[in-house]
């Protein structure tokens, strides 16, 4: 789509005009004109690199972050918090024998233990069903367990990999009770492309590998035509202790009711193996960006406007539940909570969290970009973002419903790079992000924080609990660690 900017007050696309009150046309102009959101995150992505927090490159991004906030006359600070375990890889190795040898191409997963030349056989534990592992009994034991995926269908997008992290978290339970040595996943992804799909972050106690997809097949056809494989495999990981890190805050202070904040954040830390540019540079640097246009056409929101880039997201939503407890005082005073974390694929809508009421709030903050539509709500609560702990704590939530285009594909993936960014799609985005942005922070009505009983309401009537044991998250919120107390 071609966009043509006509004026500071109206902005024009083919599919219609751009245009509402002087304000917001005047800020949606300006995110489709010439920004240097693009330059942003070419920087972010390619000159720091995967941010694994806790990482070299974390830090310089939280730097980074801070000096564009402030480059762009925006107010920032750094709020520092405790991560609970450092996990990085330093070095994995996987050498099947036997019948056949080969080197196999893999990495550990996400909260994978440590394995020093770990040597036991290799056996074939299909999708890693509760059948499958009945079938092969006593043989899982002490075993590495090679585990079959289908292929990740981009089509299916998110829902493949929801799919995908369900089927890990299943087998993983099943193969801790077989006793197995430790856990062989084949990738999803072809031509031996490795990504980093995070289990269960603290409880995991099992070396996990992910194998090249082609490499995994060829073993699986060796295990199923009577071969005996063994795999020898090294896993080095630093892990195990506390650290410091940070989330970093931009603020544009309301003009009339500065003590009420609607938050917009985008997760600053990646995974290692690309560049983050996806997974979520391209949400962080829009965050800056639209803070960066509202300050410099000299806008006034009525409310507090917090762009946040949190830290601490791919362990396990950390930064944004250590910004719900260092807030808590102030919670009561969060208007919306909203999170933008898939790539750069169109944005078609919001995803409102379960809580009635909020999509027509929405659908009327994005009229004045319905040229860019069309925009659908859709009002389901989901865990794997940094809304996590704001729906859990009874505020209005939403995150940003975006087209898959390329992100299942290059989620975590070492293909997750520059060079995969929509950067037309992601101008597009980020007006559409700031007609929200302008509405949340200047509507008269609010919603009413949900009670403690209605969240319970909500987890009894969806899939919510489902999706926070996936998640690793279920055992704080019953435990009363994550969430709106009783
Ligand atoms: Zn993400």
């Known amino acids: 789509m071609r966009i043509l900017v006509v004026s500071t007050l109206c902005a024009i696309s083919i599919s219609g005009p751009v245009c509402a009150n002087d304000d917001i046309a005047k800020l949606v102009g300006a995110m489709l004109g010439e920004t240097p959101i693009i330059s942003d995150l070419e920087y972010l992505s390619d000159e720091i690199g995967g941010r694994v927090t806790g990482s070299p490159p974390n830090l310089a991004a939280v730097a980074w972050a801070l000096q564009t906030f402030e480059q762009a006359q925006v107010s920032a600070t750094r709020e520092s918090f405790e991560m609970p375990m450092q996990w990085q890889e330093l070095a994995v190795s996987a050498r099947i024998t036997g019948d056949v040898a080969f080197q196999a191409v893999a990495i550990a997963k996400p909260f994978s233990t440590s394995a020093d030349e770990l040597q036991a056989p290799l056996v074939d534990a299909g999708l890693g069903s509760a059948e499958n592992f009945a079938r092969l009994g006593d043989r899982a034991k002490g075993a590495w367990v090679l585990i079959e995926t289908p292929v990740l269908d981009d089509q299916v997008g998110l829902h493949g990999l929801f799919a995908e992290y369900d089927a890990a978290a299943a087998s993983a339970a099943l193969a801790l009770d077989a006793g197995v040595a430790g856990i062989v996943t084949m990738s999803s992804r072809q031509n031996n492309l490795l990504y980093r799909l995070p289990l269960l972050p603290a409880k995991n106690r099992l070396p996990l590998l992910l194998m090249g997809r082609e490499h995994a097949m060829r073993a699986q056809r060796l295990l199923r035509g009577g071969k005996s494989l063994t795999l020898t495999a090294t896993i080095e990981i630093d892990s195990g202790y506390a650290y410091q890190s940070a989330n970093v805050i931009g603020e544009i202070r309301g003009s009339s009711r500065p003590q009420e904040i609607v938050l917009f954040g985008a997760h600053l830390d990646s995974h290692d193996l ?213």
């Open 274 to 486: 690309g560049t983050g540019a996806l997974d979520n540079g391209a949400n962080a640097v829009m965050m800056i960006d639209i803070a960066r246009q509202i300050v410099r056409l000299g806008l006034k929101p009525e409310r507090t406007i917090r762009f946040v880039l949190w830290n601490g997201e791919e362990q396990g939503l950390v930064g944004s539940w250590r910004y719900a407890q260092q807030h808590s005082d102030e919670l009561d005073q969060h208007i919306l909570a909203a999170s933008f974390d898939i790539g750069t694929g169109k944005i078609m809508g919001f995803f409102t969290g379960g809580m009635d009421g909020l999509g027509s709030m929405v659908d009327e903050y994005l009229q004045p970009v319905a040229g860019l539509g069309p925009f659908e709500q859709v009002n389901i609560p989901l865990v794997g973002t940094d809304n996590f702990d704001f729906m859990m704590e009874g505020i209005p939530n939403l995150i940003a419903m975006q087209a898959d285009a390329n992100y299942a594909s290059n989620y975590h993936a070492a293909s997750d790079t520059f060079d995969k960014v929509d950067q037309q799609q992601l101008k597009l985005n980020s007006a559409i992000a700031a007609a929200v942005v302008w509405g949340f922070a200047n509507a008269q009505d609010r919603l009413p924080r949900y009670t403690r009983e209605q969240l319970e309401e909500l987890i009894n009537s969806t899939d919510l609990e489902h999706q926070m044991r996936n998640f690793g998250v279920w055992e704080a919120w019953a435990a009363g660690d994550r969430g709106l107390k009783k």
